[in-house]
């Protein structure tokens, strides 16, 4: 009888865990599409779309593919790839820019 209850404390404990590493994966995902959302604000600000237009529309679409793989198709991984994507494309539109307003 102990040996039944341990396993199925044992067995809900795992699940928990389980789902909250699930939970995590999707909040470090959309910090990733926001940390991307953020950088090519600021590359557009830069002057990027004129001055570094292939970075910058790298960096737009990349972050595209990002949010439909994220909301649309699941795939948390390939979303969090995108969103690197975008991120170091469109920081080197801010760079190539000039770097930003002054």
Same mark, same amino acid.
Not at 77 to 90: C, F, R, T
């Given at each position: 009888m102990k040996t039944t209850c341990a396993r199925i404390v +044992? /067995?809900?404990? !795992?699940?928990? +865990? /389980?789902?909250? !590493?699930?939970?995590?994966?999707y909040f470090s995902t959309s910090n990733r599409i926001g940390e991307a959302r953020e950088s090519l604000a600021k590359a557009k600000a830069a002057g990027a779309e004129t001055k570094a237009p292939m970075d910058y529309y790298m960096a737009q679409e990349y972050l595209v593919y990002a949010d439909k793989e994220a909301v649309?198709?699941?795939?948390?991984?390939?979303?969090?790839?995108?969103?690197?994507?975008?991120?170091?494309?469109?920081?080197q539109a801010i760079l190539t820019a000039g770097g930003g307003a002054k």
């Open positions: +044992l /067995l809900l404990c !795992c699940a928990a +865990l /389980l789902a909250s !590493c699930s939970q995590y994966r649309g198709d699941g795939d948390n991984k390939q979303a969090q790839i995108y969103a690197g994507k975008s991120l170091k494309h469109s920081e």
